[in-house]
């Protein structure tokens, strides 16, 4: 079964130009998120789907900051315009969504974004 | 405000041996506990979850213990091989399941 797929795998944009990542989940997960992990810290969470839904969106800068899941299967996230500090790995993970708080997140490989 | 903290310094140690890492926090009551592995360019990959009523789990060489009088859980890996290196995670989860995560205890596995 395949995992978690995520492109592009890196990208490289100066400052203050729009970018998008994507991403499809696990066939069948209905939960998706994205986070972000700057280099030397963990993941943190920037927004999570139920379907359609986004139901934590409260860590997305949503001056900058988009995402979308239509159809609750793939999603994009956006940023526009990028800014220097917002060079980091962004990652999408996808769980089930029927195991409540114990649900398994499975992680994408990432995308590595530089702004310079 | 929340804390969340793993050794930032790298674990090196030699094959066979049990590496031992540590997760502490404060101002924070999760409902389980989660330890992932993260290879360079890779994401997390979930090892185990631990439950607040739960002491210890295990699976295989991985053992896990959860203290939430003392606020913190210990990773043990027994029996250590190369292929063990890498970073491990630590992440609170709260009743919602939501993630909280650590920076993460690099290990290298020496033979």
């Known amino acids: 079964e395949a995992g978690v797929v995520q492109s592009p795998r890196y990208k490289i944009i100066e400052k203050k130009q729009p970018v998008a990542f994507w991403c499809n989940p696990i066939s069948g997960h209905n939960t998706l998120y994205w986070y972000l992990q700057n280099l030397g810290q963990g993941p943190e969470l920037l927004i999570r789907?139920?379907?359609?839904?986004?139901?934590?969106d409260s860590q997305l800068p949503k001056d900058r900051f988009s995402a979308e899941r239509l159809k609750g299967v793939d999603s994009t996230l956006k940023i526009q315009p990028a800014e220097l500090g917002d060079s980091a790995v962004y990652l999408c993970?996808?769980?089930?969504?029927?195991?409540?708080?114990?649900?398994?997140?499975?992680f994408g490989p990432g995308t590595r974004l530089t702004v310079l | 405000s929340q804390k969340i903290e793993q050794n930032s310094e790298a674990l090196n140690i030699q094959e066979g041996k049990t590496a031992t890492l540590t997760c502490n926090y404060t101002n924070y009551s999760p409902a389980y506990l989660q330890w992932y592995r993260q290879d360079p360019g890779r994401g997390p990959v979930f090892l185990l979850l631990?439950?607040?009523?739960?002491k210890e789990k295990r699976k295989e060489r991985l053992k896990v213990t959860f203290d939430t009088t003392l606020k913190q859980s210990l990773f043990h890996i027994t029996a250590s091989q190369p292929a063990d290196s890498a970073t491990y995670l630590c992440?609170?989860?709260?009743?919602?399941?939501?993630?909280?995560f650590g920076a993460g205890t690099q290990v290298v596995v020496t033979p």
């Open positions: 789907y139920e379907n359609e839904e986004a139901v934590d």
């Open positions: 992440a609170l989860t709260d009743s919602w399941g939501k993630l909280q």
């Open positions: 631990i439950r607040e009523n739960e």
């Open positions: 993970a996808s769980s089930l969504g029927s195991a409540g708080p114990t649900d398994t997140q499975y």
